[in-house]
Nanobody
Framework: QVQLVESGGGLVQAGGSLGLSCAAS????????MAWFRQAPGKEREFVAS????????FYAESVKGRFTISRDDAKNAVYLQMNSLKPEDTAVYYC??????????????WGQGTQVTVSS
């Protein structure tokens, strides 16, 4: 089992920045990829970014490319999402996930509880 705990959400004005953190514990040796997804009210959960833990390769949704940066700290078993130039459409609950490399949420085995990000216009 892997436990994931997110932190760092909040309220920010459009154009501002926020950083999210995800701390992993448990059987982290078996994590190959960590990712961030988000879910806005009335919408399906969507892929935001992912990182391959061993190699550091990163992948982004087109909607966030150039604005968001995913990174990792192997020593702390942590993943981060730096969000810049935020837009109101970025408002959602953001979830950290661990599993195989995929942009599909149903492929991920472990999930955090989510953290709210609200961007005001």
């Amino acid at each position: 089992q892997v436990q994931l705990v997110e932190s760092g959400g909040g309220l920010v004005q459009a154009g501002g920045s926020l950083g999210l953190s995800c701390a992993a514990s448990g059987r982290t040796l078996y994590m190959t990829t960590m990712a961030w997804f988000r879910q806005a009210p009335g919408k399906e959960r969507e892929f935001v970014a992912s990182i391959i833990m061993d190699y550091g390769s990163t992948f982004y949704a087109e909607s966030v490319k150039g604005r968001f940066t995913i990174s990792r700290d192997d020593a702390k078993n942590a993943v981060y999402l730096q969000m810049n130039s935020l837009k109101p459409e970025d408002t959602a609950v953001y979830y950290c996930a661990a599993g195989p490399l995929s942009r599909r949420s149903d492929r991920y085995d472990y999930w955090g509880q989510g953290t709210q990000v609200t961007v005001s216009s």
